[in-house]
């Protein structure tokens, strides 16, 4: 009777279980957005990676993915998913790092959006230096557009920048909600005079939304202030030069996110995403790619 309750425990632990493989094939997918291309970056059959979804699906239950015209978007709970298949990778790649791997040597050139170097950034390297301390990180922090730019012409290695939901490429970190923020003592906000706004570049995927948004809303605007940098847009909305946009996870302490109520247009969600260098991946940057993914 013992061996058969064994025997019984063993087999429903195996309708749960999934192999890292398995992981690996949806986290792909995700990235990529497109079944067929993720097949071709694995090496693997198209039923074998749509076998790999069906069985995380029947794990746990729910749909991973919504097919579009454009390819496929995750679902809410597939992005739950996938940041728990996320953490199961770095975990794994850690192990073998730590147990047998050689270490990690040599540079690595990583572009970081502004507000996140200054948000979670930290963190970040203080995780993957415990871990690899002999490689040496060459980091240069600026605007998603300019980062793409230089990862696209092999300036760096890998980025970590924003996106558009449901943009394909890169691989999924997560989504934010971008907010209003003026100066900590508010402000006065006139609707029948064009709103005053502290923006970063055109190059900026915030400063886009938001005249889209408030044209959309017939709401007129004027530009008081522009940067390229955090600091720089920081500065004059503090001073109650005017409002700005930023991601709800980014306002700084200087700053106090403007009421629902206020009159301004809502606005979407963006994405932040990670993306490397085609063609040249080295074991550095996929130890850091593991390791950023973990801390969301």
Request: with cysteine.
């Amino acid at each position: 009777m013992e061996l058969l309750d064994q025997h019984n425990r063993e087999i429903r632990s195996a309708d749960f279980a999934i192999d890292l493989e398995v992981l690996r094939s949806f986290c792909t997918i995700s990235e990529i957005g497109n079944m067929t291309r993720a097949a071709q970056r694995l090496g693997r059959a198209q039923s074998t990676l749509s076998s790999h979804i069906r069985r995380i699906e029947d794990v746990y239950d729910c749909a991973l993915f919504q097919r579009t015209s454009d390819g496929m978007r995750l679902t809410d709970k597939g992005y739950v998913v996938l940041s728990c298949a996320q953490r199961i990778l770095h975990t794994h790649t850690k192990a073998l790092a730590d147990l047998k791997g050689p270490r990690l040597s040599g540079p690595l050139r990583v572009g970081i959006m502004d507000d996140f170097a200054i948000e979670r950034f930290p963190a970040i390297l203080k995780r993957f230096g415990a871990v690899h301390p002999d490689v040496r990180l060459e980091i240069e922090v600026g605007l998603s557009a300019r980062l793409h730019s230089r990862l696209q012409d092999g300036e760096i290695d890998l980025a970590v920048a924003r996106r558009h939901p449901g943009e394909s490429g890169g691989r999924f970190l997560a989504r934010e909600a971008l907010c209003w923020v003026g100066p900590p003592a508010g402000i006065d906000i006139d609707e029948s005079a064009p709103l005053p706004l502290v923006l970063f570049t055109p190059d900026c995927l915030y400063r886009e939304i938001v005249l889209k948004a408030l044209d959309a809303a017939g709401r007129s605007w004027r530009i008081v202030a522009v940067s390229s940098t955090l600091a720089g847009v920081v500065a004059p909305t503090f001073a109650g030069f005017g409002v700005t946009v930023l991601a709800q996870g980014t306002i700084p302490r200087e700053l106090r996110r403007i009421d629902d109520g206020a009159g301004l247009p809502s606005l979407p969600e963006t994405e932040i995403a990670m993306f490397s260098r085609k063609g040249s991946s080295s074991e550095a940057a996929e130890a850091l790619m593991d390791t950023i993914t973990s801390q969301f």
